[in-house]
């Protein structure tokens, strides 16, 4: 157990709707990502937050995503206007201190239809 | 830009035939190499960070050395319970942020 919970871990949506993930890391993972990872593919990352500030943004990202993580502990994820493409397991990743080292949630599926 | 490359992509072991994993990389300054395992439809299991070449971790029967263009994940003795996809990232010396650039794995399968 990683200490990383992700919620739901399926979500089926049409498309066009909006959509929101939570991801709630233990409470020494001042450091939190958000990749995305299709069949066959390793993760890309999205995001990065060091505390509440986010600090790194993919090219990936575009304005449909907005990530948050407000007081610096769990952190949300949300698509507006989904796509088929958008498609994927969406995944969390916790890091602690000034290791290295990021621990990973279970992921979220999304499946636009 | 920064590149990992993974191989094989796919790797199919008789129960107990020792093999290794490749991931090659390209980075413009390395903080860390990691190894992870996943399962399917699961999130990638931590396994190993290597920061020097030269460096070497074990983990039952895993083993993960590194040298300054590559990284190998040794598997000895395997059992069908290491059947997974094995993910190579590297995490590079940046003024912030500190992501990962994954490779895109080796399935692994360990026939009984």
């Known amino acids: 157990d990683t200490g990383v919970s992700q919620d739901p871990r399926h979500k089926i949506t049409k498309r066009g709707q909006n959509v929101t993930f939570r991801c709630d890391p233990i409470?020494?993972?001042?450091?939190l990502y958000w990749y995305r990872q299709t069949l066959g593919q390793g993760p890309e990352f999205l995001t990065y937050?060091?505390?509440?500030?986010?600090?790194?943004k993919s090219r990936l990202l575009s304005d449909r995503f907005s990530a948050e993580r407000p007081k610096g502990s769990f952190s949300t994820l949300e698509i507006q206007r989904t796509e088929q493409g958008d498609s994927a397991m969406y995944l969390c990743?916790?890091?602690?201190?000034?290791?290295?080292?990021?621990?990973f949630g279970q992921g979220t599926r999304l499946t636009v239809v | 830009e920064d590149q990992v490359t993974q191989s094989p992509e796919a790797l199919r072991l008789q129960e107990g035939e020792s093999s290794s994993l490749n991931c090659s990389y390209t980075v413009s300054g390395l903080r860390g190499l990691f190894w992870y395992r996943q399962d399917p439809g699961k999130g990638p299991e931590f396994l190993f960070t290597?920061?020097?070449a030269g460096e070497e971790k074990e983990k039952e029967r895993l083993k993960a050395t590194l040298t300054k263009k590559e990284s190998f994940l040794h598997i000895t003795a395997p059992k069908p319970e290491d059947s997974a996809t094995y993910l190579c990232?590297?995490?590079?010396?940046?003024?912030?942020?500190?992501?990962?650039?994954f490779g895109e794995g080796t399935q692994l399968t360990v026939n009984p």
């Open positions: 937050f060091q505390n509440e500030a986010q600090l790194e």
């Open positions: 990743a916790g890091g602690q201190g000034a290791t290295t080292e990021a621990f």
């Open positions: 290597l920061y020097s």
């Open positions: 409470s020494e993972h001042n450091r």
């Open positions: 990232a590297v995490q590079v010396i940046q003024t912030s942020g500190s992501r990962l650039t």
